[in-house]
Each structure stands twice: as structure tokens, then as C-alpha cells.
């Protein structure tokens, strides 16, 4: 009697030919029944599935693999390459090829070698290393910075038996962050340099951002934190935190520009001025939500303003006392020489039969002396007087032409001189006083020193828009270039004083006046060649009210 035994499925699949299901069998038994054939081929559908699965996540698998962008590398635990996707051809240069059985520490630099044993050491302990950012080479010797994530492989057994990596190119997010950084600390270090902070008022939050910089004026030490607006407005002056409260409302309300000038208290307890600006944002339901600007240091520069504040009242100060002197001087001054002039008139004349031709010399040099020291104090006051309220009129407005009528009425030059103005100078709109002053001092030069009997004086005139260019021209003797500025100091004289009269203060109120009005005056002179005195004028609408 034979021994029945049930038989192993696996026994029966090995007995299959291919294709030929229950078909050929090695049959271990002569007892088969339905039921086992039934579950011999359930057992063999059931693996097929399986066997299809497999391979096609495999499939699946080495697809994703190889259209991935990521450099998918997996080495052994002795850093040994043993697969190599294309991504990993395009990012490092080799091909797979090149890399399969070859070690990974090709791709690091030297330096940083020291890298590999410590991933490999957590790899074997079983720990997962996540974007990791490092340097890697390529195959041109190129540095390039990348980010890695490494994870380790089982077997079957749960043992380690390798690692898989993932690697990105990370160059260019790497150039964009380090541009953004430089961008940064430049923008950072002009503001430095301007003294500018940076302040940033998050309204919905109620949280101020102060800027390094500002936090320097504020003699803070830099703070992640920011600052609530009480808190900042209690910073603010007593004497100004109504009007910066109000001036950054309005602002919000829509109202006017955030530009405000206050001081603020440091944290030493004093104050410091500051210059603030700013700008508001709105939401689309026109509430605002942020406002944002600058703010400067300006301390110092209204601590020069002042110490100008006060250097001006000292020197209006200083001035009053100058206008006074001066009329002292011409009142206090002037009396005696006229008592002494007079004194010696009568003397010449009570004296006359008995004055020798020497002793009429003398009485005439003292009266010569009398007369050129009181027209010294006549130009000194006048000079004094200059830009200071004896602006000319705004209704004294006449023409060029009427005005040199009136200065040759004036001054009378003696026969054989001749002025004369060109068109456009006899149709300038003019104030009188004190251009009148300026042309009788230039003209009357030209006569004054003239080396000949007689000669011309042209006057010419060019719109410089705000402006005129006025040019007196005469053909006397000329100046040498060497005394083209001397002759604008105060009492200087090129003749000697026993030939031509003057104070030596003609030209030096030319220039005070000229200078006073904004303009300049330039002298082009060679000797033999005349001279010509170039000036700038203004226009009688722009010309400042007394």
C-alpha cells in the first residue's frame, strides 16, 4: 500500500515547463486531487503578480532615477560608486562609466576630504543626513557649492550594506544670496556713511524696525526686537512729540508728506536732533498697513546753525557799531578839518603881502591835504554803507540811456572825451541807485587817468538772461596784468597821489557793490591797450527788496 504525501507547491512550480501549466509535472505523488492542482496554480498566479510588481516599480524606479535633475548617486560603505544617474553626468562631468567602481572622493576637494569618513561613519551608524550644503569638483577642476542628501541601504537582513545620495547643484542660489548679501552690505554701508538709518513701522502689528544705524544714533546696541509706537514717541522731545504724533497722522490720513525735524533721546540721556522722512502703505480697503523711511542725524549740523544764528547777530552787532563809527567819523571827524580849512584860508588871506612863493606852496599842499582827507571820509562812509539797506529802490526803473545822461550831467568830463553806448545798452531797464554809483566810478577812472588829452569811453551791454553783462571800455594807458587785482583794494593808487586826486576807494566800492548783488567783475587789460572792466548785474525783478 503506497503512502500518501501532500505535495510542496514550490515543488510543483519547479516541475513546470515554460508555458505548459499542469501540463508536465514531476509529480512527487501518484495523489493529486483537484484541490491541490487548484491551489498549486493560485500559489503561481500569486508569484507571477508579485514577480510583475517588482519589476515594475524597478522599472518605475530607474525611470524616476535616470529623468530626475538631481544627481542620485549610491556608493558602498567605503565610498565606492556602484550606480551613477545622468543627472550626476550633467552636474559632475563624468560619464557612468568614468565613475562605477571608482571612488567618490574624486569629486571633493582636498581641504575638505575629512568630510567623506565622517558621512560614511553616521551612514554606518544608521542616520539620515538631510540637505547638507558642501563644495564638490567637477571634472574641469571647477569648485561649485551643492546640497546633499545621503541615506543608508539595507539588505534583506536589515543590514547597512551602502548609502544613497542625492545631490543638487545649488550654484545658483548660492550667487544669488551671496549678490543679495553684497547688495545688502553695500546698501548698508552707504547709509553708514551718510549717517542715514532705516526705520520700518509695522502698523497692524505695532512693531517698529530700527536699522543698525539708527540704533547707533540712539546709542543702542543692535536688538532683533522691534519697538512699540508709544515706546517711540516717548523717546521724542516733550517740546515736539505732539507735533511728530500729529505730522505722521496726517500722514497716514493721507494728508501731507511725512517729513519731519525733531529730537530724540539717546540712551546717554541727552538728545539728539534728527531729520525724519517717510512713506505710507494702504491696503486695498485704504487702511494703512506700513510705513516705512529714513532718518538722519543731524546734531551737528544744527549745532552749526547755531553758532551761525549767533555769529550773524554778532556781527550785526559788529555792523551797528560800524554805522555808527562811521557817522561819528564823518561828523566827529569832518567838523574839525572843516574848522582847520577854514583857519587857513584866513590865514592865507589875512597873510597874503607877506607870504613868500615858498609859504603859498605850503598853505596850498594843507588845504590840498584838508580836501583829500575829507573825501576819504565821504568814501569811507559810503563804503560802509554798501549791502546794508541801501539797495536800490524796486519803482527807480529807467533806461540805460536816461542813466548815462544823468552820469555825464554829473561828472561834466572835460572837452575832447566822449561816452558812448551801444543800442542794447541804451535800452536796458535799470534800477538808478546803486548801478549810477558803479558806472560814475568806472567812467570817471577812464577820464581821471587818461595819458592824453582826450579819448573814448564805450558802453555796451549783453542779456544774460537773469542778468546783464555790462563792459566799460576805455583807450587810455592800460594796466599791467601784475596789478589787475591790486587796483581793486582799498586805497590803492597806480599814479601818485600828487598827480591824480582820489581816495584809492573808487574801485573797491565797484567791486563791494558788484559783490553785494550776487555778480562779478573781471579786468582784461595790457599796457598801451586801454583797459576793459567786465561786470554782472541784475535784472530789476530780480534785484532784492531793502
Known amino acids: 500500500m503506497l503512502e500518501y504525501r501532500r505535495p510542496d507547491p514550490a515543488e510543483l512550480i519547479s516541475g513546470f515547463t515554460d508555458g505548459q501549466r499542469g ?10 486531487d483537484d484541490a491541490d492542482i487548484r491551489r498549486i496554480a493560485g500559489a503561481f498566479d500569486q508569484l507571477a503578480i508579485e514577480v ?32 551613477w544617474n545622468p543627472a550626476a553626468r550633467d552636474i559632475f562631468g563624468y560619464t557612468e562609466a568614468e565613475m562605477l567602481g571608482q571612488p567618490i572622493t574624486r569629486l571633493i576637494p582636498p581641504e575638505r576630504l575629512s568630510e567623506e569618513a565622517e558621512i560614511l561613519a553616521k551612514i554606518g551608524r544608521g542616520e539620515r543626513i538631510k540637505n547638507y550644503q558642501t563644495y564638490r569638483l567637477r571634472k574641469n577642476g571647477e569648485r561649485f557649492p551643492i546640497s546633499v542628501t545621503i541615506s543608508p541601504i539595507h539588505d534583506i537582513d ?30 548698508e554701508l552707504v547709509l553708514t556713511g551718510m549717517s542715514v538709518g532705516i526705520w520700518d513701522w509695522d502698523i497692524n502689528k505695532d ?18 526686537h522691534g519697538e512699540k509706537y508709544a515706546t517711540f514717541i516717548a523717546r521724542i522731545h516733550p517740546d515736539e512729540q505732539r507735533g511728530v504724533h500729529d505730522g505722521l497722522q496726517a500722514h497716514l490720513d493721507g494728508h501731507g508728506k511725512c517729513d519731519m525735524t525733531f529730537r530724540i533721546r539717546t540712551e546717554t540721556g541727552g538728545y539728539a536732533w534728527v531729520h525724519a522722512t517717510g512713506q505710507a502703505v494702504w491696503n486695498d480697503a485704504g487702511m494703512p498697513v506700513r510705513l516705512a523711511g529714513s532718518i538722519e542725524d543731524i546734531s ?12 550773524v547777530e554778532q556781527l550785526r552787532a559788529t555792523n551797528r557799531e560800524l554805522d555808527q563809527f562811521a557817522y561819528a567819523a564823518a561828523h566827529d571827524l569832518k567838523a574839525p578839518l572843516r574848522v582847520i580849512g577854514t583857519a587857513a584860508q584866513w590865514l592865507t588871506e589875512d597873510l597874503a603881502p607877506h607870504l613868500t612863493e615858498e609859504t603859498r606852496g605850503y598853505t596850498g599842499i594843507m588845504q590840498n591835504r584838508l580836501s583829500r582827507m575829507e573825501k576819504l571820509l565821504d568814501d569811507l562812509l559810503e563804503y560802509s554803507r554798501i549791502g546794508r539797506g541801501q539797495e536800490a529802490d524796486p519803482q527807480s526803473v529807467i533806461t540805460g540811456a536816461e542813466l548815462l545822461e544823468d552820469i555825464i550831467a554829473l561828472l561834466a568830463p572835460k572837452p575832447g572825451f566822449a561816452v558812448l553806448p551801444d543800442a542794447a545798452f541804451a535800452q536796458t531797464a535799470v534800477h538808478r541807485m546803486p548801478l549810477q554809483q558803479v558806472l560814475m566810478n568806472l567812467i570817471g577812472n577812464a577820464i581821471k587817468h587818461h595819458h592824453k588829452p582826450a579819448g ?13 553783462e555790462f563792459t566799460v571800455t576805455d583807450d587810455g594807458p592800460g ?5 589787475h587785482q591790486q587796483v581793486f583794494d582799498m586805497f590803492r593808487t597806480l599814479s601818485p597821489r600828487d598827480e591824480v586826486e582820489g581816495s584809492g576807494m573808487g574801485l573797491a566800492m565797484v567791486r563791494k557793490h ?17 583797459s576793459r572792466f567786465r561786470f554782472t548785474w541784475p535784472k530789476p525783478f530780480l534785484a532784492p527788496n531793502p
Do not use: H
Not at 517698529?208 to 540712539?218: A, D, E, G, K, W
Not at 558788484?514 to 586801454?530: A, N, Y
Open 52 to 83: 510583475e510588481r517588482v519589476l515594475f516599480a524597478k522599472s518605475a524606479r530607474e525611470d524616476l532615477i535616470a529623468s530626475s535633475s538631481d544627481a542620485i548617486i549610491t556608493k558602498t560603505l567605503e565610498g565606492i560608486v556602484v550606480s
Open 158 to 187: 536589515g543590514v547597512i550594506r551602502g548609502a544613497s545620495k542625492i545631490a543638487r547643484d545649488i550654484t545658483e542660489s548660492v550667487n544669488a544670496a551671496e549678490a543679495l548679501k553684497r547688495a545688502e552690505e553695500r546698501y
Open 456 to 468: 573814448t569811453v564805450r558802453l555796451s551791454a549783453e542779456d544774460l538772461g537773469p542778468r546783464y
Open 514 to 530: 558788484v559783490e553785494s548783488l550776487g555778480g562779478q567783475i573781471t579786468l582784461e587789460s595790457r599796457p598801451g591797450q586801454g
Open 479 to 483: 594796466i599791467d596784468a601784475q596789478f
Open 207 to 224: 512693531e517698529i524696525y530700527f536699522s543698525n544705524r539708527f540704533r547707533t544714533i540712539l546709542g543702542q546696541a543692535s536688538a532683533d
Open 23 to 32: 501540463r508536465r509535472l514531476n509529480m512527487a505523488s501518484p495523489f493529486i
Open 300 to 311: 551737528v549740523r544744527k549745532k552749526l546753525e547755531s553758532e551761525l544764528v549767533q555769529t
